[in-house]
C-alpha cells in the first residue's frame, strides 16, 4: 500500500515502513510491528464516544508509525509523534500500553509507565486503556484494573502499568522497560526533572523504549522541539519521529494544510469543528496563534511576540567579519544573578545588520537557574555561547575586561555603545579601575527611546535585512519578547513570563536604536581625554 501524501511528508526520521494486507496473512508471517497492529484491530475496543464498544480500526498514519518504531531494525529506543488535537493520541497511547501488558509485547514481570504534566491527563491514559480492557471480551479477564493507584496489571505475564504525573508527590514507578510522555509540548525549556527521572529509571534495561507522544511546543526552546529537530538533523538510527503539521505561515482557511497536521479529518477528526475553529482564528486575531499551535500543530506561541518566530528564523543567515563594518553595541546590564547581555551590530555597506552577541551569568547557581529560567545554561556554556563567570554574582571587572579583549580580539572599534542608566555607575567604576574606556552613550528603557529603535529592528527583520547567526540563547530571548505601547503607539519590551528572559533583544534594540540616532552625544574616551589634555596649552 502506498502511503498517502500527508503520511509521507510528516516522516522525518527512521525507517519508512511498507503497508502490507496485515489483517489477512496468517500470523506467522507477520513482523512484530504488524502483529501489534492486529492485536489492537482484533481484541481492543472503543472505550468512549459515538463508536464505544466498537472494535479499533487503525488509520493508515498510525499504522505507519506503529510499524516504523516496531520493525526498526535497528531497535527503536526513541519513538515521537507529533499530531494536532483530537487526533486519538491519548488512544494511540492506551493501546500500545495494551500491546505491551497483555499483547504481543508482553515481556514477564516488566513495569511500564505512561507519564503526563498533570493528574488529569495521566488519568485519561490510564481510563482510556482499562475502560478498552475492560470493554474487550478478549481481554477483560487478562487484566486486573486499580483506579485508585491508576494501574492496569496484565495478569498472563505478571506485567505492570501505572499511569504517573509530575505532580504527584510520588512519580516514579520503579524501573520501566516502556514508558511513554503525554503532551510532551507542555514542558517549558530544555529540561524536566520528572522526564530525566523516568528516563533514568530504564537505563536498568538493555533496549528501553521511551515514546514521546504530544502536540508540538510553543518554541524551538523547549524539550520536545529540542527532541524533534535532533532527529530531523542528526537522523539517529535508533529513533523514529512522525510530526504532522502545516506549513509555516499558511492561510488558517486552507484546507490542505488542516489535513497535514490533522491525519484524521474526516475519519476520527471532526472536519465541521475545524472548520469553526479556523473561521474563528481567521477573524479573531487573538486566537489565531493558539489555534496555529494546538490545531495546526505549529510551533506557535499561544501569545504575541515582538517578531513571529518565522520572520526571526529567516534572519539567522551567517554573521559577517565585523571589523570592516561601522559597529554600534548595546549593554544590558542585570543584577548579580541575571544575564547581562552584550550586542554588536555590523553595518555592511548593503545595509544588512550583522549581530553578535556575548552574554555572562555567575557560575555559582547556574544549574538551579537552568531550572528556573527553563534554559540549557550548562550546555550553552560549554558551547562557548554563555559565559559564566567564575564567581557568585555579576563581576562587572571581569565583563569589561571580556568586552575588551574581544573587541581588540577581533579588530572591531566601536562607534558607539549604547547603556541604561541602571548599574552603569558600577560598570563605569570596574572600567575605570581596569584602565578600559569604551564610547558609552546614554540609552532609555522607555518608550521614548526604544519605540523607534524597535521599529527599526522590525525593519530589519521583515525586510530579511539581519543576520543573527541563529544564536540559541538570542534566539530564546526574541521568543520571550512582547512589545506594549503606550497610548501614542511607542512601544518597548517587555518579558512573557517572569522568568522569561528578554535580556538579549533588549541589547539588540539599543545597538540598533543608537545606531540610528543622526547626533550621538557619547561620552569621551580616555583616550580622548588624554589626547585633548595633551593638545591644550597651559600658561
Known amino acids: 500500500m502506498e502511503l498517502p501524501e500527508h503520511v509521507r511528508r510528516a516522516i522525518y526520521s527512521g525507517p519508512i515502513p511498507v503497508i502490507r494486507d496485515w489483517r489477512s496473512l496468517p500470523v506467522r508471517e507477520l513482523t512484530m510491528g504488524e502483529k501489534v497492529c492486529r492485536f489492537i484491530s482484533d481484541f481492543c475496543v472503543v472505550p468512549e464516544g459515538s463508536l464505544v464498544g466498537k472494535t479499533v480500526t487503525l488509520d493508515v498514519f498510525q499504522v505507519a508509525f506503529i510499524l516504523a518504531v516496531y520493525d526498526n531494525p535497528h531497535d527503536t529506543s526513541l519513538a515521537i509523534f507529533s ?80 499511569a504517573l504525573s509530575a505532580d504527584a508527590s510520588t512519580n516514579i514507578g520503579g524501573s520501566p522497560a516502556v514508558a511513554c510522555m503525554d503532551e510532551l509540548g507542555q514542558v517549558r525549556g530544555a529540561t524536566s ?27 524551538d526552546a523547549d524539550m520536545l522541539s529540542i527532541a524533534i529537530d535532533d532527529a530531523m538533523l542528526n537522523k539517529p538510527l535508533r529513533t523514529v519521529c512522525h510530526v504532522y503539521t502545516a506549513d509555516a505561515d499558511c492561510d488558517v482557511l486552507d484546507e490542505q494544510q488542516w489535513k497535514n497536521a490533522n491525519p484524521a479529518l474526516g475519519i476520527f477528526r471532526s472536519e465541521r469543528d475545524m472548520r469553526d475553529q479556523a473561521m474563528k482564528a481567521d477573524r479573531m486575531p487573538s486566537f489565531e496563534n493558539t489555534y496555529r499551535n494546538l490545531l495546526l500543530n505549529q510551533r506557535v506561541a499561544s501569545f504575541a511576540t515582538f517578531i513571529a518566530p518565522s520572520e526571526w528564523r529567516k534572519c539567522n543567515g551567517t554573521v559577517g567579519d565585523l571589523s570592516g563594518m561601522r559597529v554600534y553595541g548595546g549593554l544590558d546590564l542585570s543584577s548579580h544573578l541575571d544575564l547581562t547581555a552584550l550586542a554588536l551590530l555590523g553595518i555592511d555597506d548593503d545595509g544588512v545588520g ?38 557568585a554574582n555579576i563581576d562587572y571587572d571581569y565583563v569589561a575586561q571580556q568586552i575588551e579583549m574581544g573587541l581588540m580580539d577581533s579588530g572591531i572599534k566601536l562607534e558607539a555603545l549604547a547603556f541604561d542608566r541602571w548599574r552603569i555607575d558600577l560598570f563605569n567604576r570596574a572600567c575605570a579601575d581596569n584602565g578600559i574606556s569604551f564610547p558609552l552613550v546614554e540609552f532609555g528603557q522607555g518608550f521614548k527611546d526604544m519605540g523607534p529603535a524597535l521599529d527599526k529592528v522590525e ?33 518597548k519590551l517587555e518579558k512573557r513570563k517572569s522568568t522569561g528572559r528578554i535580556d538579549g533583544m533588549v541589547a539588540l534594540a539599543m545597538a540598533v536604536g543608537v545606531s540610528c540616532k543622526e547626533d550621538v552625544k557619547r561620552l569621551p574616551t580616555s583616550e580622548e581625554i588624554d589626547g585633548f589634555l595633551d593638545s591644550m596649552e597651559f600658561i
Open 83 to 162: 499530531v494536532a488535537r483530537k487526533n486519538a493520541k491519548t488512544a494511540l497511547i492506551a493501546f500500545l500500553m495494551l500491546a505491551h501488558i497483555v499483547g504481543p509485547l508482553a515481556k514477564q514481570n516488566s513495569r511500564l509507565n505512561s507519564g503526563a504534566m498533570s493528574r488529569q491527563q495521566a488519568a485519561e491514559v490510564y481510563n482510556y486503556a482499562a475502560k478498552s480492557a475492560q470493554l474487550s471480551p478478549r481481554l477483560r479477564d487478562l487484566v486486573h484494573c486499580t483506579p485508585s493507584s491508576k494501574t492496569i496489571l496484565g495478569l498472563p505475564m505478571n506485567v505492570e502499568y501505572r
Open 193 to 219: 526533572d520528572f522526564v530525566d527521572a523516568i528516563t533514568t529509571a530504564q537505563a536498568a534495561h538493555d533496549s528501553p523504549l521511551m515514546f514521546y507522544i504530544s502536540t508540538q511546543a510553543p518554541t
Open 354 to 391: 550583522h549581530v553578535r552577541m556575548m552574554f555572562w551569568t555567575p557560575e555559582r547557581g547556574l544549574h538551579e537557574r537552568e531550572k528556573t529560567d527553563k534554559a540549557p545554561y550548562t550546555l550553552w556554556q560549554k558551547q562557548g555561547i554563555l559565559n559564566a563567570v567564575p564567581s
Open 459 to 491: 525593519e530589519y527583520i521583515l525586510n530579511g535585512n539581519l543576520r543573527h547567526g541563529d544564536n540559541p540563547l538570542l534566539n530564546m530571548c526574541a521568543i520571550n519578547s512582547v512589545a506594549v505601547a503606550d497610548p501614542a503607539g511607542n512601544r
